[in-house]
Nanobody, 124 residues
Framework: QVQLVESGGGLVQAGGSLRLSCAAS????????MAWFRQAPGKEREFVAK????????NYAESVKGRFTISRDNAKNTAYLQMNSLKPEDTAVYYC?????????????????WGQGTQVTVSS
């Protein structure tokens, strides 16, 4: 059974930093592309960042480029999202997701596995 478990969310002031983690089990982690999405109240789930299986390719939403960094440690079956210079508009539930290696896109429907989400709240 595949499980993705996020951690690291919380309450932070604007300008602060958080590091999210996504621990994976039940899949060959190194072969899966991993991504972070977020969903704010009343809004659709949106793409934040993704990383290829061996970490050679990363992509970011324009809204987070230069502030967020996605990474992975395949030896630990864990993906990370380092979030710096946080803004109130970054407030959302953040989800990690796994995508099979034969795809590489930002469409939630093409991600096979999802975590339960972790809340990030940025106060002004």
């Amino acid at each position: 059974q595949v499980q993705l478990v996020e951690s690291g969310g919380g309450l932070v002031q604007a300008g602060g930093s958080l590091r999210l983690s996504c621990a994976a089990s039940g899949l060959t982690f190194s072969t899966y592309n991993m991504a972070w999405f977020r969903q704010a109240p009343g809004k659709e789930r949106e793409f934040v960042a993704k990383i290829s299986g061996i970490g050679a390719i990363t992509n970011y939403a324009e809204s987070v480029k230069g502030r967020f960094t996605i990474s992975r440690d395949n030896a630990k079956n864990t993906a990370y999202l380092q979030m710096n210079s946080l803004k109130p508009e970054d407030t959302a539930v953040y989800y990690c997701a796994g995508q099979p290696p034969w795809k590489y896109n930002n469409y939630p429907r093409d991600y096979s596995y999802w975590g339960q989400g972790t809340q990030v709240t940025v106060s002004s």
